[in-house]
């Protein structure tokens, strides 16, 4: 992607459906004078994920959308983004899959952090099964957003290493520091 002339930010769109660590610090990178996107809105399934607090800490619209299935929903939540100028999606720990359909719309123009060294691991409790399959290494990965879930082309991967004492919580907390350095710079090398 090609930030427009006049060094225009790209007015995006976070995707979060709890603690928003992830949109935090996203928020943080978008206030900074190298950042491509800003940071206009932020979209959940969940009315009580606790990263929506930072809709009024940082002065950023929210809004809550159920994500239910079908093309009606989908066009409603399509129509709010348009109206609202959002050119570009960054899922992060967003919990919903996104039709083919909404997709399709924003074609090549939303990216997701997920918590493995994809392709290894996608879906859910990713952490658990890099432990119990006593990984050596495991890591984070931007990539993406295709209809397959977690399938998209790699962006960036950061690897970490995985002690014998880990468990899936030191692991989680551990890829997550990770993750925070990740994303923006993954971000940077897609917009430039
Ligand atoms: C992160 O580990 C992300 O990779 C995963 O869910 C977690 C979300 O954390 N998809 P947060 O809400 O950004 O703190």
Redesign the pocket.
């Known amino acids: 992607m090609k930030k427009s002339i006049g060094l225009k930010k790209f007015n995006t769109a976070i995707f ?8 935090k610090n996203l928020i943080k990178f978008s206030k900074t004078k190298q950042s491509p996107i800003s940071i206009n809105l932020i979209v959940s399934n969940n009315a009580y994920a606790k ?1 929506l607090e930072y809709s009024s800490k940082f002065n950023i619209r929210k809004k809550i959308f159920n994500f239910k299935k079908g093309k009606k929903n989908d066009n409603h939540i399509l129509f709010f983004l348009k109206k609202n100028k959002i050119d570009f999606i960054c899922l ?3 919990m919903k899959i996104l039709s083919n359909y909404f997709i399709k719309k924003f074609d090549g123009k939303i990216i ?4 493995s060294l994809l392709p290894k691991y996608k879906g859910l409790n990713t952490h658990e099964r890099a432990i119990k399959n006593k990984d050596k290494f495991s890591g ?1 990965t931007v990539h993406y957003v295709t209809e397959k879930l977690d399938s998209g082309k790699i962006i960036m991967q950061t690897k970490v290493k995985v002690s014998t004492k880990d468990n899936a919580i030191s692991l ?1 907390k551990k ?2 520091k990770k ?1 925070h350095q990740l994303y923006p710079a993954a971000i940077l090398k897609i917009i430039n």
């Open positions: 979060i459906s709890g603690k928003g660590s992830n949109l990263g992060a720990g967003f997701n952090i997920h918590p984070c989680s890829i997550l993750e």
